[in-house]
């Protein structure tokens, strides 16, 4: 049960993300850590799964899914998306007009991962840096740390 609700806040992140809201993005991420058993050493995980929903995401705006049939058609078995945030994805995914802003998205996830494995100080930081980049849009720097 505790898994499924940390799935929900994850979509509902990503929602946000996708909204381009970063106020209520970044408040859905504190309480995704505040309830993380590991709190901030999760963060890993939690990173792997932005990836998975971006990665997700871009294989349903590439194939223009718009319906749950379509979406089953097109996510492989182990790649599928818990049933109760299907429609949330198609909405998420469909948001974004153009796939390079989701690959952008997708290198900035791998970026904060790297950041996440190189033992940073304040890995909620670099979370938190995350989120607010990929709600932001695209006029930030890619690469490196922004100081």
Avoid: C
Avoid at 13 to 41: I, M, Y
Avoid at 109 to 115: G, K, M
């Amino acid at each position: 049960m505790v898994s499924a609700a940390k799935q929900r806040s994850l979509y509902e992140l990503t929602d946000a993300v996708s909204l381009k809201d970063a106020p209520r993005a970044l408040a859905l991420l504190g309480g995704l850590l505040n309830a993380s058993d590991g709190g901030e050493d999760a963060a890993i995980g939690h990173v792997f799964s932005l990836a998975r929903i971006f990665r997700q995401m871009l294989v349903l705006n590439e194939k223009k899914v718009k319906d749950q049939r379509t979406m089953w058609q097109v996510l492989w078995p182990g790649f599928r998306v818990a049933p109760f945030a299907a429609d949330a994805l198609i909405a998420q995914a469909r948001r974004y007009k153009d796939r390079a802003e989701l690959k952008r998205g997708l290198r900035l996830i791998a970026q904060a991962d790297l950041e996440l494995r190189s033992s940073p100080p304040d890995k909620r930081l670099v979370l938190e840096r995350l989120v607010m980049r990929l709600a932001g849009g695209s006029g930030e720097r890619e690469t490196g740390l922004v100081a």
